[in-house]
């Protein structure tokens, strides 16, 4: 079982999912910003397979969660909480996807040809090494190298940040091996196609500035879930919480969509 963070009180009615894999503590500020409103679970995912991380969730909502409950996923963990409410529709009341990828692979690739473009060619160069360096089955502690990618791409992913986002302890293993599986999901169609068995209601919050394409969530998810909503923030990147321009704005659509 992964660790869990609690904020505000029981009972605990919303989840919040990172994102990576592997990037543990990412959403600690939108709990606290929830949490005088409601009690908010923040559960740390540790497994390095996506049934492991499936597993991990489900013993996290059903030992210390108010169910059916809401889950407010981002990133990566906005596909694990898709997923989760595809497995187990009768746990989860409502769904809420932050900045998610997108759900076919015609869209992936543009992702980091928009995050090159918006990077000079000194840090360009950098990415690679990072990339090659992660690549390469002699490079230790690459942890401090994910570390270190995560920075230069929330650099790219972000409009007008008011912040860092929060320090989180990276975890190569785990982003290693669940993307591998995440990916081949996808591929296959097989991702898209959970979405047929998802009955709450299904709410997309996405920045106009965010790399991953929001075509690639709209419009797949628009033909296979019955209740979705997809929402449009303007001058926001990936994190929409430490975007200067559209945080606030973020903040009273979540909250109305959590009342």
Same mark, same amino acid.
């Given at each position: 079982?992964?660790?869990?963070?609690?904020?505000?009180?029981?009972?605990?009615?919303?989840?919040?999912?990172?994102?990576?894999?592997?990037?543990?503590?990412?959403?600690?500020?939108?709990?606290?910003?929830?949490?005088?409103?409601?009690?908010?679970?923040?559960?740390?995912?540790?497994?390095?397979?996506?049934?492991?991380?499936?597993?991990?969730?489900?013993?996290?909502?059903?030992?210390?969660?108010?169910?059916?409950?809401?889950?407010?996923?981002?990133?990566?963990?906005?596909?694990?909480?898709?997923?989760?409410?595809?497995?187990?529709?009768?746990?989860?009341?409502?769904?809420?996807?932050?900045?998610?990828?997108? *759900?076919? /692979?015609?869209?992936?690739? %543009?992702?980091?040809?928009?995050?090159?473009?918006?990077?000079?060619? !000194? $840090?360009?160069? @950098?990415?690679?090494?990072?990339?090659?360096?992660?690549?390469?089955?002699?490079?230790?502690?690459?942890?401090?190298?994910?570390?270190?990618?995560?920075?230069?791409?929330?650099?790219?992913?972000?409009?007008?940040?008011?912040? *860092?986002? /929060?320090?989180?302890?990276? %975890?190569?293993?785990?982003?290693?091996?669940?993307?591998?599986?995440? !990916? $081949?999901?996808? @591929?296959?169609?097989?991702?898209?196609?959970?979405?047929?068995?998802?009955?709450?209601?299904?709410?997309?919050?996405?920045?106009?500035?965010?790399?991953?394409?929001?075509?690639?969530?709209?419009?797949?998810?628009?033909?296979?879930?019955?209740?979705?909503?997809?929402?449009?923030?303007?001058?926001?990147?990936?994190?929409?919480?430490?975007?200067? $321009?559209?945080?606030?704005?973020?903040?009273?659509?979540?909250?109305?969509?959590?009342?």
């Amino acid at each position: 079982m992964g660790t869990i963070r609690k904020y505000g009180r029981m009972p605990f009615t919303i989840a919040v999912i990172h994102g990576g894999p592997g990037a543990p503590g990412e959403m600690a500020p939108v709990a606290r910003e929830l949490s005088s409103l409601w009690g908010v679970l923040e559960p740390l995912q540790t497994a390095t397979s996506l049934a492991g991380q499936l597993q991990e969730l489900q013993e996290d909502l059903r030992k210390h969660g108010k169910l059916p409950i809401t889950l407010i996923g981002h990133s990566w963990g906005a596909w694990l909480s898709y997923i989760f409410a595809a497995y187990h529709p009768l746990l989860v009341k409502k769904l809420l996807l932050i900045g998610s990828g997108p *759900f076919e /692979e015609k869209y992936a690739s %543009r992702i980091m040809e928009t995050r090159l473009s918006r990077l000079s060619e !000194k $840090e360009r160069l @950098r990415v690679h090494d990072l990339r090659e360096a992660l690549r390469d089955p002699n490079t230790k502690d690459k942890n401090a190298i994910l570390a270190q990618f995560g920075k230069l791409m929330f650099e790219t992913d972000s409009f007008s940040p008011l912040y *860092f986002r /929060e320090e989180i302890e990276y %975890r190569y293993d785990v982003f290693q091996s669940v993307w591998k599986e995440a !990916k $081949e999901l996808r @591929r296959s169609g097989k991702l898209l196609e959970l979405g047929k068995q998802i009955q709450c209601p299904v709410v997309a919050i996405h920045g106009d500035y965010d790399p991953h394409p929001y075509e690639g969530v709209e419009k797949p998810l628009s033909q296979v879930i019955k209740d979705f909503q997809f929402i449009l923030l303007k001058k926001c990147g990936h994190y929409p919480w430490v975007e200067r $321009e559209a945080k606030d704005t973020f903040y009273e659509i979540l909250k109305e969509e959590l009342l």
